[in-house]
């Protein structure tokens, strides 16, 4: 099973960008679907978006279409939420998710990361 780690988050301002990244150790990544989801206090966890394991089918929630881009590079075993003109509805922890041979949509995770705070101010 896959060990994941996530990192890249922080403060920003509106319209600002960010990425995320996520390290999996394990040797199932590049079979694995990855995805994103985020989650703020009192609310349930929420699906961002997916990048199946042939590194082209991609999936998003329609909050962040045209706003975010998930990608991944199997040589490194990391996925990345890039993150562009970021809102204030945005700010939530993100969690990486794994699934192996998943498909699409929805996504299914069977492991998580701990999570990396996203926070932006208007």
């Known amino acids: 099973q896959l060990q994941l780690v996530e990192s890249g988050g922080g403060l920003v301002q509106a319209g600002d960008s960010l990425r995320l990244s996520c390290v999996a150790s394990?040797?199932?990544?590049?079979?694995?679907?990855m995805g994103w989801f985020r989650q703020v206090p009192g609310k349930d966890r929420e699906f961002v978006a997916s990048?199946?394991?042939?590194?082209?089918?991609?999936h998003y929630a329609d909050s962040v279409q045209g706003r975010f881009a998930v990608s991944r590079d199997n040589v490194k075993n990391t996925v990345y939420l890039q993150m562009n003109k970021l809102k204030p509805e945005d700010t939530a922890l993100y969690y990486c998710?794994?699934?192996?041979?998943?498909?699409?949509?929805?996504?299914?995770?069977?492991?998580w990361g701990q999570g990396t705070q996203v926070t932006v101010s208007s």
């Open positions: 998710a794994a699934e192996l041979w998943g498909q699409l949509p929805p996504m299914k995770p069977e492991t």
């Open positions: 394990g040797r199932t990544f590049s079979a694995s679907t």
């Open positions: 990048i199946k394991w042939d590194k082209i089918t991609t």
